[in-house]
């Protein structure tokens, strides 16, 4: 059993469309990280989330913690096909500097 | 670009044989993690360190052992390698003023025969 899952696992778009992935838990996380990793490459930090009902943004990317710290979604808007890749949650239960990953979300946007 | 490198980025070997994988950061940080990778599994964590000679278990560590004799080098090693360990490895670093922002390096991709 996955201490964190994320959905969906796989979501194929049309370019300009907008998506929301999800990442959730039963446990509590001081600290959430969203990583976007392509073909042959490592993870990628996007961002870090810490204190319960966060947003963040970076350019079209829109990230939250969940108010109890137990999930976090990420929302694109008007998606490229440069946002293609695996969408990674991360996140520190304890904190131990010990992190526990979900199993991704596979995006494709088509041009 | 947080100064990693490992080598070597992909290995081919056989079954029984010793593997070392190694990781080398450049910016003096204290914890230098390793994960293998697997479809649908995610990144799971094999072992960490938290500073020179200091190392800990992650969740499949059965199999692997690591040592660090200095701040820049973490070295994995697969004392008999098994198909099951067939993965691709990343080493990773934590930085930032908390501690919750890891940085990875490009990965060694492993396959045993």
């Known amino acids: 059993t996955q201490l964190l899952e994320q959905s969906p696992q796989f979501l194929s778009i049309q370019e300009g469309e907008n998506l929301t992935v999800y990442c959730n838990s039963s446990?509590?996380?001081?600290?959430l990280q969203w990583y976007r990793q392509e073909p042959g490459e490592g993870p990628v930090l996007l961002v870090t989330?810490?204190?319960?009902?966060e947003v963040k943004k970076l350019k079209r990317l829109t990230f939250q913690f969940g108010d109890a710290r137990k999930d976090s979604s990420l929302h694109i808007t008007a998606a490229q096909p440069g946002d293609t890749g695996l969408y990674l949650c991360?996140?520190?239960?304890?904190?131990?500097?010990?992190?526990?990953f979900g199993p991704g979300t596979r995006l494709s946007v088509l041009p | 670009d947080a100064g990693i490198t490992q080598s070597p980025r992909h290995k081919v070997t056989e079954t029984g044989t010793p593997v070392t994988l190694r990781c080398h950061q450049t910016?003096?940080?204290?914890?230098m993690y390793w994960y293998r990778q697997d479809p649908g599994h995610g990144l799971r964590l094999i072992h960490y360190?938290?500073?020179?000679?200091?190392?800990d278990k992650g969740e499949v560590s059965d199999g692997y052992s690591v040592s660090r004799s200095k701040t820049e080098d973490f070295l994995l090693t697969l004392e008999s390698a098994t198909s099951s360990q067939t993965s691709v490895y990343f080493c990773a670093i934590i930085a930032g003023e908390n501690y919750n922002e890891q940085f990875f390096g490009p990965g060694t991709r492993l396959t045993v025969l």
């Open positions: 446990s509590v996380f001081s600290s």
């Open positions: 989330v810490v204190t319960g009902g």
């Open positions: 991360a996140g520190d239960p304890t904190p131990s500097q010990n992190f526990v």
């Open positions: 360190s938290y500073g020179v000679k200091d190392t």
């Open positions: 910016e003096n940080h204290r914890y």
